[in-house]
């Protein structure tokens, strides 16, 4: 076995699991779930048989990962993080052919207890803040938060508060890795840099 599992693990057959994974106490894997390289599965974690979760990811305790759901690599979902897949669900109707697809782009955090609507995207390396009800889309690089949530600035790559306004034309560079982050209109783009470069 090329991944870690614990033995009170259940990881049903036909299951994809990438080598060096860690699968921790009382997680449960369905059959068609396809798990990358390297991720980690925290205690009482479930994924469901139409999930896809890339290389690196990093889930919490307590996070169940419905059909319907792709984690793209290095995205990091807190403890208790909460993903829907039906927005009108009903104990008596059936609605599994209504599932709507959520997508979690590229080094996204997902912070504690934020519960993510089905049917959107958070774009690549945004930020959720504990606690935030994610009703619809989180551009690249946005940091929101709150019930509805709401984006309040902007973040790195590397996780660090970004100096610019929510809209207009500005730039400032990561103090960490010295990329540069260029806003234009209501959207950033990363532009890599020499380390410590200067605005």
Not at 72 to 95: H, K, L, M, W, Y
Not at 103 to 121: D, F, H, K, R
Not at 136 to 148: I, N
Request: proline share 4%.
């Amino acid at each position: 076995m090329s991944y870690m599992v614990r033995p009170s693990a259940i990881i049903d057959e036909g299951a994809e699991i990438g080598a060096g994974s860690r699968i921790w106490d009382f997680v449960h894997v369905c059959c068609g779930a396809r798990i990358g390289e390297n991720v980690s599965l925290g205690q009482n974690v479930f994924v469901g048989n139409q999930v896809v979760i890339g290389h690196g990811c990093k889930i919490q305790n307590n996070v169940s990962v419905y059909d319907g759901v792709t984690l793209e690599d290095f995205v990091f979902c807190g403890p208790s993080v909460v993903f829907t897949n039906v927005t009108n669900p009903r104990a008596r109707i059936q609605r599994k052919n209504e599932y709507r697809p959520t997508l979690v782009q590229e080094g996204a955090t997902l912070g504690a207890n934020c519960t993510i609507v089905c049917g959107l995207t958070i774009g690549k390396c945004a930020f959720v803040g504990a606690g935030a009800v994610v009703t619809t889309d989180v551009p690249a690089f946005a940091l929101v938060v709150g019930v509805p949530a709401r984006q309040i600035g902007w973040m790195s790559e590397h996780g660090e508060r970004l100096k610019l306004p929510l809209k207009g034309v500005a730039q400032d560079v990561c103090a960490h890795t010295g990329a540069r982050y260029v806003l234009s209109g209501n959207s950033v783009e990363q532009i890599f840099a020499t380390m410590g470069a200067n605005p």
